[in-house]
């Protein structure tokens, strides 16, 4: 029989690992170590050569290992398997999604540049952009939902921006109205005010949608980043994240890494690749009960609105539509309403909750809802909210991986305390 390709969720138990190199154990183990002994001092030489980039790698050499802060086997297995899953070449893991995201700004971007972003952008990212990168004269530039992308560069054209663009920018779907930027007409934009000299790239945070249901590469993306706290981690009990791209752009991305120290550790990683294991059936099971969620609340006579993307309508908003089948496998296990009676009643609803948490964040086994208003989005100006439809009557909610009965109970008897 021919050598059969096998599938990630396939691979996610085995990829990248020799049980014999580590005495036989099927799993990963933990190398807690900060660093690693060399077998001589020829070769603590040569394998310098190459991490300080005065050596290229030679026919069949591997990286190897001199210290955590650099490379480390549960952080080099992880970045392997990561790779599969967005068809990647290369995965740099950090700490935490905002030093995978901030990490990338600073590569990319320098005195003079301009960053050109979706809006709105988690708040983290919002705040780097908007007032870390504003000390290194970085100049942001925010693109809205349903912008044509001709209108956007004659914005910038106006503006006097045009030949200052760096990076393009995009959180697709936005967080939490699960609005659509299009992957692939950005990139087409980049690409026409690339330079040889002055290229221009595009970073896709795609912790809403990925890695299983959505691919930024394969739709011109650049570079991909994570939030691997979310689905990726998924059991809310690590901070973690993930840029994934090229070799070279990636390359890039870990020499900074290195120096700003901003590489996750070996604990981290394993929990990771435990997590991947489980990643593909998690997901799936979150989906599946998300849209169940989302058609009980839709007919619910208390919720006025429900932002899921399973009921995006291709009449009412086609452009909306096409995006959404062009880029997503999925719709998603994030689920966003309105229910009627304001803020009184979205937190009387958030209280009677007695299955899921009330409690910020996404992406994990056990279902969480919060008030994006007055907690995830208490920081985006009165004006923005306004445009973005962020109104306090909105409860966000992530599906967990509950049965879809309990928690439509759970939804259920907290709507009748309204
Ligand atoms: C949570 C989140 C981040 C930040 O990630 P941390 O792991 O909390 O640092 C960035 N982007 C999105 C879309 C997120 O949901």
């Known amino acids: 029989m021919s050598e059969k390709k096998f599938a990630p969720e396939t691979l ?45 790698l030679g026919e069949g050499e591997h990286m190897g290992l ?27 893991v950090f700490e935490s999604g905002m030093s995978a995201i901030s990490t990338l700004l600073l590569e990319f971007l320098a005195p003079g540049d301009v960053i050109v972003h979706s809006s709105p952008v988690y708040g983290g990212t919002d705040h780097f952009i908007k007032h870390v990168l504003e000390k290194y004269k970085v100049t942001a530039f925010e693109m809205h939902e349903g912008e044509e992308y001709g209108a956007v560069k004659e914005r910038l054209q106006k503006a006097g921006l045009l030949d200052r663009v760096a990076l393009f920018y995009l959180e697709t779907p936005a967080n939490p109205t699960n609005a659509l930027f299009d992957i692939e007409a950005t990139a087409q ?44 981690g998924g059991h809310s009990d690590v901070i973690a994240g993930a840029v994934l791209g090229s070799k070279a752009l990636v390359g890039r991305v870990k020499k900074l890494r290195t120096y700003l120290g901003s590489m996750a550790g070996p604990w981290t990683g394993w929990l990771l690749m435990r997590s991947l294991e489980t990643l593909k059936i998690r997901m799936e099971r979150q989906a599946n009960s998300a849209k169940l969620i989302a058609e009980y609340l839709e007919k ?26 062009k880029q997503y496998s999925s719709s998603g296990a994030m689920v966003s309403f ?22 910020v964040s996404l992406g994990s086994t056990e279902s969480l809802a919060e008030h994006p208003y007055s907690m995830t989005h208490a920081g985006v100006a009165e004006e923005d909210k306004d ?26 008897q907290a709507l009748e305390k309204l």
């Open 12 to 56: 996610m138990m085995s990829y990248g690992y020799d049980p014999h190199l580590s005495e036989g154990a099927v799993k990963c183990p933990i190398f807690q170590t900060s660093t690693f002994a060399f077998k001589n001092a020829e070769e603590g030489k040569a394998f310098f050569e190459v991490a300080k980039g005065t050596r290229k």
């Open 66 to 92: 001199i210290y955590s802060r650099i490379n480390n086997p549960d952080l080099e297995i992880l970045e392997n398997r990561l790779t599969l899953w967005d068809g990647a070449e290369d995965a740099a």
């Open 189 to 232: 934009l980049a690409k026409e005010l690339s330079t040889d000299e002055r290229p221009v790239y595009l970073a896709v945070d795609n912790t809403y949608m990925g890695p299983l249901w959505s691919q930024p590469l394969s739709h011109g993306a650049d570079l991909v980043i994570y939030s691997a706290t979310k689905y990726i």
């Open 300 to 325: 619910h006579p208390k919720v006025s609105k429900v932002y899921y993307l399973g009921l995006l309508s291709e009449s009412e908003n086609p452009e909306q539509y096409r995006i959404f089948k």
């Open 338 to 359: 309105d229910v009627i009676g304001g803020e009184k009643a979205a937190f009387a609803f958030l209280n009677s909750l007695k299955l899921a948490h009330l409690a």
């Open 387 to 412: 445009r973005l439809g962020l109104t306090p009557n909105m409860v966000r909610f992530s599906v967990g991986v509950e049965h879809p009965d309990d928690l439509i109970w759970d939804i259920e």
